[in-house]
């Protein structure tokens, strides 16, 4: 072999070490960086006709396992949706309580129950009377508490999916920019691992927000596409994903009942958008929380139309009237009543009504109210209320017209999970509230549960991609080593061209 050659392999494997060099301070550099994959190169022996020629280093590509990233993804889009849903149900959990802790619906609506009681045993005691409505008025301002919570929480996720579209599109774009950078450089020989890193930390991104799943083509571009099926964009030019603000009032509903979708080109794509943050508050907005208002609307009604049916107005809405029952779809005379009911201003203006009644009862229970000048003693309304307004049945021998559990809401395609069939007034607030209390509690457990295998699936990740610094020690001990052997390696050659210089001249 020529000193020509040696010294040209040598100045080759110096320039293959360099490069390996600027890739090892490019991992420890990242090495804390969330979501970096270790770069690696690789190296080809270079003959011709059997003679070594030296090496060449390929450019750098991610040390990646797909199927894992793919894993990770999926589970990121899982968590992250559990996260939206707990956020919303806790702030519900600190305003519904528990049942017996004397803020719950269940407690208020017992309070009332004490009072009427305690009213029966001195029917005109003016401050028996006043309890009365002071727990009546207790309990309808928790309803409304409770309901406003409920549309608050809707109210946020419609709000947080605006967020989310937003990033969603910037980090489409961003994918798509990186992409393009790529495709660029794929014919060349320059690297493109540090691209692929930054996009794949972009995909990681689009995965909180929504299940998806990605296609790399040879050409180095990277297709996305929703759990659904649906292609989402990331060329230059294309239209984003857009909802308008809108507001979750009473009543309200997707599709077609004041609140909008998800539209990509002008075509409705909400239910292709499932995971993550933004599947988590589509659910929250048209399904889990109406479904909670419903239950709530429902107890109302009934709770209204049992004391009206014993000849007590005591609940009504802001008219002064009770919404009635019986109408297509079941709730439609009282969709968000839970919102607006309150204590009858005839009632808090003359307490005694809780003893006289204001009408004659609908119940066959013959009753009619206690007349003005009336007996003072007068127990007969309080009497019905305590034995029928508060239990299982409307008069002696007649059940209570069990509330409704399906058909509920503004379209009438909700239902409860909780069957109330015979309930009285108190089983059915207890029902409602640990039915909605094991709502939250299940998706706290199950977020523990998915966050524990989001923490081991990322640990199997980084044992396969993430920068080991032990790893890339060892690396760098090797490759001072042969830093040092090329360098003699030239050394040598130029003493020996020196040598010959000398002997020709």
Same mark, same amino acid.
Request: aromatic letters at 4%.
């Given at each position: 072999?020529?000193l020509d050659s040696s010294l040209s392999i040598a100045s080759g494997g110096l320039a293959s070490i360099n490069a390996q060099f600027a890739l090892l301070s490019q991992n420890v550099a990242n090495a804390a960086t969330p979501g970096y994959s270790v770069e690696v190169s690789s190296q080809q022996s270079l003959t011709a006709d059997g003679v070594g020629l030296g090496v060449h280093t390929g450019p750098a590509t991610l040390q990646i396992n797909q199927a894992l990233q793919s894993s990770v993804m999926q589970q990121n889009a899982t968590v992250t949706g559990l996260q939206t849903t707990q956020s919303s149900l806790q702030a519900i959990d600190s305003v519904l309580g528990t049942p017996g802790s004397g803020s719950d619906i269940g407690s208020l609506l017992g309070n009332l129950q004490n009072s009427f009681s305690t009213l029966l045993t001195n029917p005109s005691g003016q401050p028996q009377q006043s309890a009365v409505v002071a727990s009546a008025t207790s309990l309808a301002q928790g309803?409304?508490?409770?309901?406003?919570?409920?549309?608050?929480?809707?109210?946020?996720?419609?709000?947080?999916?605006?967020?989310?579209?937003?990033?969603? &599109?910037?980090? /489409?774009?961003?994918?798509?920019?990186?992409?393009?950078?790529?495709?660029? /450089?794929?014919?060349?020989?320059?690297?493109?691992?540090?691209?692929?890193?930054?996009?794949?930390?972009?995909?990681?991104?689009?995965?909180?927000?929504?299940?998806?799943?990605?296609?790399?083509?040879?050409?180095?571009?990277?297709?996305?596409?929703?759990?659904?099926?649906?292609?989402?964009?990331?060329?230059?030019?294309?239209?984003?994903?857009?909802?308008? +603000?809108?507001?979750?009032?009473?009543?309200?509903? !997707?599709?077609?009942?004041?609140?909008?979708?998800?539209?990509?080109?002008?075509?409705?794509?909400?239910?292709?958008?499932?995971?993550?943050?933004?599947?988590?508050?589509?659910?929250?907005?048209?399904?889990?929380?109406?479904?909670?208002?419903?239950?709530?609307?429902?107890?109302?009604?009934? /709770?209204?139309?049992?004391?009206?049916?014993?000849?007590?107005?005591?609940?009504?809405?802001?008219?002064?009237?009770?919404?009635?029952?019986?109408?297509?779809?079941?709730?439609? +005379? !009282?969709?968000?009543?839970?919102?607006?009911?309150?204590?009858?201003?005839?009632?808090?203006?003359?307490?005694?009504?809780?003893?006289?009644?204001?009408?004659?009862?609908?119940?066959?229970?013959?009753?009619?109210? +206690?007349?003005?000048?009336?007996?003072?003693?007068?127990?007969?309304?309080?009497? &019905?209320?305590?034995?029928?307004?508060?239990?299982?049945?409307?008069?002696?021998?007649?059940?209570?017209?069990?509330?409704?559990?399906?058909? /509920?809401?503004?379209?009438?395609?909700?239902?409860?999970?909780?069957?109330?069939?015979?309930?009285?007034?108190?089983? !059915?607030?207890?029902?409602?509230?640990?039915?909605?209390?094991?709502?939250?509690?299940?998706?706290?457990?199950?977020?523990?549960?998915?966050?524990?295998?989001?923490?081991?699936? +990322?640990?199997?990740?980084?044992?396969?991609?993430?920068? &080991?610094?032990?790893?890339?020690?060892?690396?760098?001990?090797?490759?001072?080593?042969?830093?040092?052997? &090329?360098?003699?390696?030239?050394?040598?050659?130029?003493?020996?061209?020196?040598?010959?210089?000398?002997?020709?001249?």
């Amino acid at each position: 072999m020529s000193l020509d050659s040696s010294l040209s392999i040598a100045s080759g494997g110096l320039a293959s070490i360099n490069a390996q060099f600027a890739l090892l301070s490019q991992n420890v550099a990242n090495a804390a960086t969330p979501g970096y994959s270790v770069e690696v190169s690789s190296q080809q022996s270079l003959t011709a006709d059997g003679v070594g020629l030296g090496v060449h280093t390929g450019p750098a590509t991610l040390q990646i396992n797909q199927a894992l990233q793919s894993s990770v993804m999926q589970q990121n889009a899982t968590v992250t949706g559990l996260q939206t849903t707990q956020s919303s149900l806790q702030a519900i959990d600190s305003v519904l309580g528990t049942p017996g802790s004397g803020s719950d619906i269940g407690s208020l609506l017992g309070n009332l129950q004490n009072s009427f009681s305690t009213l029966l045993t001195n029917p005109s005691g003016q401050p028996q009377q006043s309890a009365v409505v002071a727990s009546a008025t207790s309990l309808a301002q928790g309803i409304n508490t409770l309901s406003a919570t409920y549309s608050a929480q809707r109210q946020a996720a419609q709000n947080d999916l605006g967020s989310a579209v937003t990033t969603l &599109n910037s980090t /489409l774009a961003t994918i798509g920019q990186l992409s393009n950078q790529i495709v660029a /450089l794929k014919p060349t020989d320059k690297g493109t691992a540090d691209l692929e890193n930054q996009r794949n930390a972009a995909v990681q991104t689009l995965s909180q927000l929504l299940n998806v799943k990605t296609i790399e083509q040879p050409s180095g571009d990277l297709l996305l596409f929703t759990a659904n099926g649906l292609s989402l964009p990331t060329s230059n030019g294309a239209s984003p994903f857009s909802i308008p +603000n809108g507001s979750t009032a009473a009543g309200s509903f !997707y599709p077609n009942g004041g609140i909008q979708g998800i539209t990509l080109g002008g075509v409705d794509v909400t239910s292709q958008m499932t995971g993550g943050q933004i599947g988590a508050d589509i659910t929250l907005r048209d399904t889990t929380l109406p479904t909670d208002q419903s239950a709530l609307d429902e107890f109302s009604q009934g /709770l209204s139309s049992r004391f009206a049916a014993q000849g007590l107005t005591l609940f009504t809405d802001p008219t002064g009237s009770v919404p009635a029952a019986g109408g297509t779809p079941a709730q439609a +005379n !009282y969709v968000g009543y839970a919102g607006t009911i309150q204590v009858s201003s005839a009632v808090t203006a003359n307490p005694s009504l809780v003893r006289d009644g204001t009408s004659a009862a609908s119940a066959a229970t013959g009753f009619t109210p +206690n007349p003005s000048g009336g007996p003072a003693g007068f127990t007969a309304l309080i009497s &019905n209320v305590v034995t029928y307004t508060f239990g299982t049945q409307a008069s002696s021998g007649v059940n209570q017209t069990a509330m409704n559990t399906g058909g /509920l809401g503004a379209t009438g395609s909700l239902a409860v999970p909780f069957n109330a069939t015979g309930d009285t007034l108190s089983s !059915y607030a207890s029902s409602l509230v640990s039915s909605q209390a094991q709502q939250s509690a299940t998706t706290t457990s199950n977020l523990a549960t998915e966050q524990a295998l989001q923490t081991s699936l +990322n640990a199997r990740v980084t044992s396969v991609s993430g920068v &080991n610094m032990d790893t890339e020690m060892s690396k760098m001990l090797t490759l001072q080593n042969a830093y040092g052997a &090329n360098a003699r390696v030239i050394s040598a050659v130029q003493a020996m061209f020196t040598q010959l210089l000398q002997v020709v001249q």
